[in-house]
């Protein structure tokens, strides 16, 4: 610590995303990355990119990307806002649309970035408990809160609610923010988009970083009324001119542009999970129903913190929360079917032998 | 505007990055970019990283390039931070060090940047006058405040002090932190990283896309005791925990290892803006002392709008400060020879006409 450490920094407990240990190879199912390569077409349009105009800043507005995200999407292009990563974006809405003193409300059981997002901005945060079957109870959030953050599908746990299900959400909260972090709405849950040209008080947040295969290069992006989106534009502004460089912002184009891959890879994936689940039933673990790119998990007789280990010793990293009420649990990224044929083998081993 | 608003974002006057017209090709001299390509070894690092590891978080630490920073500048690889542009460090510095209420100094014509970040972050700022002759008055720091952020070589004026002087501030206001953004640092001027070895209230913040020719992908580091660092380290994982991308890793490290090709183009560039400054002072301009990639310039008989206006009209582009002090005066980022030959020669008809 130095003397010249603010308040903030003495105090904040900082986020630690899932380890990536040097040691030797791993298989690697711990921070929910895609287990197939960007589409071709985004590796071709990054080497065009690559050449003398990299000494020249980015275009500070992304146009390009907000346009392909706009026509993907059906919306307009004011109505896109795009960062270095749904990180970034989440970090922008605490001072875009809370004051100190305000309060945001989210499940107790969720992104665990969120309450460190509030703790920097000096926001207040308030959680709300999930379900028993660790689903959110979307009437729980409290009356006097003025923003709610929820993501959808959840996570750790992968749980999805549904398009109905947000729409009353939005509308019992009309007087608050409702910002929906859609990190892992591309394999099977539905997104609120649609929801966005009926309610001002929607503000949607998805990534690159796990559908689209580009968690290399820090992509997120945003979708919400013009006034949502201009409030992020002037944080933004007034943080960094140019969060997206041009590398980046040509691959997330490309990758927008190419729906096919797209459709293709998040298909194999949610194929992938269905085929794992059924096996890990079989085996006697707990599987939540999962509309994720991973799945939560337990067994009654080996804990997560056991099976944690023995796999990582096995050469397969997964992540372990070590946190009341999920700390059986383990979050498996979905890989390669080959991947998840090794995972299954070894905890197929586990099980056996207790 | 919209309910949602905060009043940050209601109050806030974001900056506004130098302007990208795209309805005609322009001699671009506005943004104080390289006029060169980055190094050829760095467009060739890129190829390589450009494939399936896209899929991949980077190294959250970006270890790859702190080392090979710790190298070039002789100091230990936790003394170096890095981030998504020194935009994006500086904005880091407020809430790192400084608590509401706590005063941050700096002039009054400087980068227009630094008083966007204390609206933003809520930190009290006081400026002080520069000298007649556009000379930083350091003794002029109010002995309240709680940090002094210094551009050196200060922006948009181009001139430096040197490390003598530095180091007498520091050791003057051994109670306050002193920031030293040396964005321009490398055409000419004394960089003031000898000094953090013996001063832990310095903290330099440089970046990547003036003298390394990166503007497009997005680098900037800082250097000061492993506290400082610390301090840094804790704000970006309570932020972002990934804010370089995997291509913006290799290609800074590449660039920080090709010392030959940095010396070579940054020397081209101070000939250019010493020949350069030769000729506009004999076109009757009045041209500040510069040690950076651009010249500060003024001419009795053409009002700085007025220059501005008519180079754009025939396809230059420079930055020209609608304020109070320098409304007079251009800054012109030094292109190549052949650009640089192309301004004088236009400036030397409309210094001829009038």
């Known amino acids: ?207 690159f970083s796990k559908s689209r295969a580009l968690a290399g290069l820090r992509i997120g992006f945003a979708i919400g009324n013009r006034d949502l989106i201009e409030a992020l534009d002037r944080v933004k502004n007034s943080f960094n001119s140019y969060t997206l460089d041009r590398v980046a912002i040509r691959a997330a184009t490309e990758a927008v542009n190419d729906k096919e891959y797209f459709a293709e890879i998040t298909g194999r994936i949610i194929k992938t999970r269905e085929e794992t689940a059924k096996r890990l039933v079989s085996l006697g673990f707990n599987v939540l129903p999962s509309r994720t790119n991973f799945l939560f998990v337990s067994h009654d007789r080996l804990s997560g913190m056991e099976l944690y280990s023995m796999l990582k010793n096995d050469g397969i990293l997964v992540r372990h929360f070590n946190r009341k009420g999920i700390e059986n649990y383990l979050r498996i990224t979905i890989g390669t079917e080959e991947e998840m044929e090794a995972l299954v083998e070894r905890l197929s081993c586990y099980v056996k032998s207790v």
Chains 1, 2 share one sequence.
Request: charged share 20%; hydrophobic share 40%; with cysteine.
């Open 1 to 207: 610590m130095s003397r010249f450490w603010s308040d903030t920094v003495r105090n904040i407990l900082p986020y630690v995303p899932g380890e990536q240990p040097q040691d030797k190879k791993y298989i690697k199912l711990n921070t929910n990355e895609n287990p197939y390569p960007p589409s071709p077409k985004v590796i071709e349009a990054i080497r065009k990119e690559i050449g003398s105009d990299l000494r020249l800043y980015p275009d500070p507005e992304a146009s390009l990307l907000k346009e392909a995200l706009a026509g993907f999407y059906r919306v307009k292009p004011g109505e896109v806002f795009v960062g270095n990563g749904s990180d970034e974006i989440l970090a922008f809405c605490f001072p875009a649309f809370f004051n100190p003193g305000d309060v945001i409300t989210f499940p107790d059981i969720t992104y665990s970035f969120y309450p460190v997002y509030a703790e920097l901005f000096g926001i207040r945060y308030e959680t709300t408990a999930l379900n028993s079957d660790f689903t959110v109870d979307l009437g729980s959030f409290p009356e006097h809160a003025d923003g709610i953050l929820l993501a959808n599908p959840n996570a750790p746990t992968g749980i999805a609610v549904g398009l109905n299900e947000i729409e009353v959400l939005l509308q019992r909260n009309s007087n608050k923010l409702v910002i929906v972090d859609e990190a892992y709405v591309d394999f099977g849950a539905e997104s609120a988009v649609p929801l966005v040209k009926d309610y001002d008080n929607l503000l949607i947040v998805q990534t």
